[in-house]
């Protein structure tokens, strides 16, 4: 079962960092293109 | 309509993927033979799936509507690069968890097994796309390289998929998209590895759609900066 939490945990950390990051990467393009206009 | 989609998209996305983990952790049985192994079933096929029939399949269409001059238009150079950024993310989860799934099963974390080689070749090639689009160049011109690096790089994902046909190897062939399409699982298990599939497709949907998004407000600034660098030069009096 070890193996399977690791799987797990890591798939998911990867995931939600890489969501988070694009999130962030997100509003810092709107607020740039705001901030152009 | 994009956004209301996206919007729409996310949520049910995520809740997909939480309703497989739990199914996938507590509530489908052990194997017969794996045991509590099995469980990794529920994520590492659906991640090898959206990485390389999906995110790459979708590069390599979208790379090459680019470069036929009838459909040419720099949305599919975006779509193509939110495709690969994404798709590399998932292959490196499709080896990572492999490696934690042969471990116990194989008793090696990595062996240069045809199928793990060509994906792992398949990963590289796409880091090499993705390095290739941060090489400053005109847009049309960086959309060009990396449409035909794209294309190149997309000739492994046949390789990938049949290196389980074409040689011998540890990993195991298709389970259910085998020759004769029929699935060798059945139940809640096989219930819950299609939820799998569609869970984790649905993600990166939604994540192709935000990183179309950055890629979409990105170029409209590079635009901005560059008219403002020839507006500059046009006042201090020099050719632009």
Known sequence: MNYVIAGYTFTFVV???YGASLAYRLRRARRRARGAK | MKRTLRRLLGPVAVALV????ILG???TPP???QGDLVRLVYIHPALAWVALYVAFAMAGICSLLYLWPRTRSMTYDRLAASAVEIGVVFTILTLVTGSIWGR???GVWWTWDARLTSTALLAVMFLGYLALRRVPADPHVRARRCAVAALIAAVDVPIVHFSVIWWQTLHQGATVLNSNLTPTIHGLMAWTLLLSFVAFTLLFLWMVLVRYEIETLDEGEEDAELADALEARR??????
């Open chain 2, 31 to 33: 194997d017969i033979e």
């Open chain 2, 104 to 106: 116990p099963t194989w």
């Open chain 2, 235 to 240: 006042q201090e009096g020099a050719p632009a």
């Open chain 2, 25 to 27: 952790l507590f509530v």
């Open chain 2, 18 to 21: 939480a309703l497989d983990v």
């Open chain 1, 15 to 17: 995931l939600i960092s």
